[in-house]
């Protein structure tokens, strides 16, 4: 009986020591460390399908939160990318009135309802393009989801 005890507590450090090291490498690995900033902070992309826009966020005390306020920002911004694609195609918004401009941003860069979605995203964590710690992100939409959405609340 003792022995089949002592055989039994061996079998259970070994397998302690077999399956610990593995639990540890099913951790969530680390964001890949990107030593130059994306072309995309110098230069956004501009193609006959889709508007862009960029967001930034500096550091915050959770990183979840400073990418989802990056998100927000780079939403918000796309709103103003159309509007003012729009406007100076003079096709859709023929106001200035600074209420409707506000309310169709906030409308264009709402996610659920027209589709915006992150392409890519960034940390600066060491400040090769701006401040150490800052987050980057870039969003798009269709052009043709927005200027339905723009008709829609006209």
């Known amino acids: 009986m003792i022995r089949q005890k002592k055989k039994l507590g061996h079998l259970l450090i070994f397998a302690i020591l077999t399956f610990l090291p593995a639990c540890t490498g099913c951790q969530p690995a680390p964001e890949p460390v ?12 501009k193609d006959q399908t889709y508007y862009y826009a960029v967001g930034i966020s500096g550091p915050t005390p959770r990183v979840a939160d400073a990418w989802d306020q990056a998100i927000r920002r780079a939403r918000a911004e796309l709103g ?27 409308i264009l860069s709402d996610s659920e309802l027209n589709y915006t979605e ?8 060491s400040g090769l393009y701006g401040p150490p710690g800052h987050f980057y992100v870039l969003v798009r939409m ?11 609340i006209k």
């Open 80 to 106: 103003r990318v159309i509007i003012s694609h729009v406007t100076s195609k003079d096709t859709i918004i023929s106001t200035s009135n600074g209420k409707y401009v506000t309310q169709i941003v906030k």
């Open 118 to 125: 992150v392409i890519e995203r960034w940390a600066d964590k």
């Open 34 to 45: 990107i030593e130059a900033s994306p072309g995309w902070l110098e230069s956004i992309p």
């Open 142 to 152: 269709e052009k043709v989801r927005a200027e339905s959405v723009l008709r829609s």
